[in-house]
């Protein structure tokens, strides 16, 4: 008895009972921005910024972290297009042999040829399953990956996007301006279909995969502590030998992000959505990328 009371009063002070693990429904985990399309409604503005691939040992000490005291519910590997990471075999591996994930899927625009490495790894972790986004104008691209993904026996299945008939939805351009009106920020969030898709890109967990692109086009930051959890930081900042402080910081910090989850971001701002559907991947020309980035500059 006297020992069972003790255990208790241990886990209490390390957290375990006041900070037991939260759950995030859907976590999408980007490795990195590089993509292979210049989508000019893509959501997250990933064709205005740097095309690059995440540090790999860095963003899975990150996950693994978070895993150790997060459920996730389903996770989805992005990019941009997470099939260009140069490591995107160790990260399948890795990503295959955590605890704490009910589900995996890697979401891919189907325009690369998978190499050997990426199949071996896939074949080596068949919990894992590939979404193609049948977008069409990658078409031809997709049908060379989905032969690929059926002769190996990899589980996959064609995405037609959000609404089953291959169309987006408008979350306003790269040259919004700031709305000042937090009515109207608020309506906008409240009517976002982004929100569900919590995000983690280099060390941060952020409500939406936009929130990257606007605080480097806008120099927009974050307005409240509980706007994003800093993942890194505190993984590498909290650590005592006997209180495990960043463990208990983490699941503080999470649940406080998801307590304050029905706040707009001050990103919000950015963001102009107004119902109206579009098709989905209509890319850029060369030139009409090159004359907005020049505006940017």
């Known amino acids: 008895m006297k020992i069972a009371i003790i255990q208790n009063i241990i886990d209490i002070v390390r957290g375990k009972k006041l900070f037991n693990k939260p759950t995030i429904p859907f976590l999408v985990f980007w490795v990195g921005t590089k993509c292979t399309l210049k989508c000019k409604l893509c959501c997250n503005l990933i064709p205005y910024i740097a095309q690059e691939s995440s540090n790999s040992d860095e963003i899975l000490k990150d996950l693994e972290f978070i895993c150790k005291n997060v459920h996730i519910q389903t996770l989805q590997i992005q990019g941009g297009e997470p099939f260009t990471h140069p490591n995107a075999d160790k990260i399948i591996d890795f990503v295959g042999n955590l605890k704490n994930i009910d589900k995996v899927e890697i979401a891919t625009n189907g325009t690369l040829q998978l190499k050997q490495n990426v199949i071996d790894a ?176």
């Open 122 to 297: 896939l074949k080596k972790n068949p919990h894992i399953t590939v979404r193609v986004s049948d977008y069409d104008c990658a078409k031809n691209l997709q049908d060379k990956i989905i032969k690929q993904l059926e002769e190996n026996n990899i589980n996959f299945y064609a995405y037609k996007f959000m609404y089953g008939n291959n169309t987006w939805f408008s979350t306003g351009g790269v040259n919004e301006t700031r709305e000042e009106n937090d009515e109207k920020v608020k309506k906008t969030y409240d009517i976002c279909d982004e929100k569900g898709c919590v995000t983690y890109y280099n060390g941060k967990i952020l409500t939406c995969g936009k929130i990257p692109a606007i605080k480097l086009l806008y120099n927009c930051e974050q307005h409240e502590s509980y706007d994003e959890v800093d993942v890194r930081q505190i993984r590498l900042a909290y650590s005592k030998p006997f209180f495990d402080n960043k463990d208990f910081k983490l699941r503080k910090s999470i649940k406080l992000f998801y307590k304050n989850y029905h706040k707009f971001k001050e990103q919000c701002r950015y963001c102009k959505i107004t119902g109206e559907k579009h098709p989905a991947a209509q890319q850029l020309t060369q030139n009409e990328l090159k004359e907005i980035l020049c505006q940017k500059q």
